[in-house]
């Protein structure tokens, strides 16, 4: 069973089954890295904030109080890093912090605990931009498991919190500047009011309007402009990975848009593209060249990652190859292919 990464409202709880620490207490009452996730319903036991510890003493309201937000900041944290791995140091370093607070002190926790995991994570982001101009080939953001459930019953809201975690979306995120994403993950993605955001960031709420201002625009004009039915997603992944699977080249030039993009990462660490693949017979003929290539021939799985559904290769019950892509009018407008072990964290029990 995936270890699924609940959306709701309030934002995705991202969480990595296979991190050594956890981003909160231990079931001991610890902050180290011995207890197990205690976000998501489904996938690694949950730890229960309400009830003893293993020693049998209470837990700590306040302690509690941290847990209940959890997901939110952990929402938070991935949309503004791309990486859940990277999401989970910054709110366990935002535990930290809390656990060091006069706690009994702070009058809105809320705002404190999201004024100190933006904080961290902006200058998280600052460092990764850094390490980012020597990554090798394409970066793309680390793809987690999504799960929906009964959070989101709307339809329309369903699609609202699949495309803030896409990674479409997210992709476009990167050209923002750290507080241009930091305003625009916690208006546009969770609805927070601008005096609430300015004093999370210490601007003014007019300099806070002026970033907002700016982070939309430049989303609007990245993002992809088109809504997909996730029935026609699904059928158009399953007849595209057929394609490419059985090579059928003249099958896939018809999936393809004229102005279809791949984009490959593997950071160095696999086989993949280093530059972007452009045109329909470009990413056609590469396709069917590697259609014969062990990729496609290990154990495969369909699973719903960033609210759409992708194709996950598993060599020896390891995650080796992510394959998701982006629809417009009914054809293939994006391949996205993740291929960098590292960013395999969350997908191990998909």
């Known amino acids: ?26 079931t001991d009452g610890t902050t180290g890295p011995t207890g197990p996730a205690a976000d998501g319903p489904t996938g690694s036991v949950p730890a229960d904030p309400t009830g003893p510890t293993a020693d049998g003493s209470p837990v700590d309201p306040l302690t509690e109080l941290f847990e209940e937000h959890r997901p939110m900041l952990l929402g938070v944290a991935y949309r503004m890093l791309g990486r859940a791995a990277d ?15 006069d706690r009994a002190a702070v009058r809105e926790p809320r705002a404190f605990l999201v004024r100190i995991t933006t904080r961290l994570a902006i200058d998280r982001l600052r460092l990764a931009h850094t390490r980012r101009e020597t990554y090798v080939g394409p970066w793309l953001p680390e793809p987690v498991v999504t799960d929906f459930g009964p959070a989101a019953p709307d ?4 699609a609202l919190l699949a495309d803030s975690v896409s990674l479409a979306v997210l992709v476009v995120l990167e050209s923002l500047s750290p507080l241009e994403r930091a305003v625009f993950v916690l208006r546009e993605a969770f609805g927070f009011p601008y ?68 984009v490959g ?8 593209p280093l530059r972007v693949i452009e ?18 021939r290990y154990e495969r799985r369909i699973v719903e990652l960033n609210g759409a559904p992708a194709l996950v290769a598993f060599v020896g019950g390891r995650p080796d190859t992510v394959i ?27």
Do not use: C
């Open 1 to 26: 069973m995936p270890t699924d990464i609940p959306i709701d409202p309030t934002g995705p709880a991202v969480t990595d089954p296979t991190a050594t620490a956890a981003t909160g207490p231990a």
């Open 265 to 272: 990462d593997s950071g160095g660490r696999a086989k993949a």
């Open 195 to 262: 005096g609430e955001i300015a004093a999370a960031l210490d601007r003014s709420e007019a300099a806070v309007r002026q970033l907002a201002g700016r982070a939309r625009r430049h989303v609007d004009e990245g993002r992809p402009r088109y809504d997909v039915d996730p029935a026609e997603r699904r059928d158009l992944t399953d007849r595209f990975l057929a394609a490419a699977a059985g090579g059928d080249l003249g099958e896939l030039l018809a999936l393809l848009a004229p102005d279809v993009r791949l």
């Open 155 to 158: 339809t329309a809201e369903r």
């Open 324 to 350: 998701q892509i982006e629809v417009r009018d009914g054809r293939v407008q994006t391949v996205h292919i993740i291929r960098n072990p590292d960013k395999f964290h969350g997908l191990k029990d998909a």
């Open 279 to 296: 045109t329909a017979d470009k990413v056609g003929r590469f396709l069917h060249a590697v259609a014969g290539d062990e990729n496609f």
């Open 87 to 101: 999401a989970e140091d910054v709110v366990q370093e935002a535990w930290l912090r809390w656990t060091a607070e």
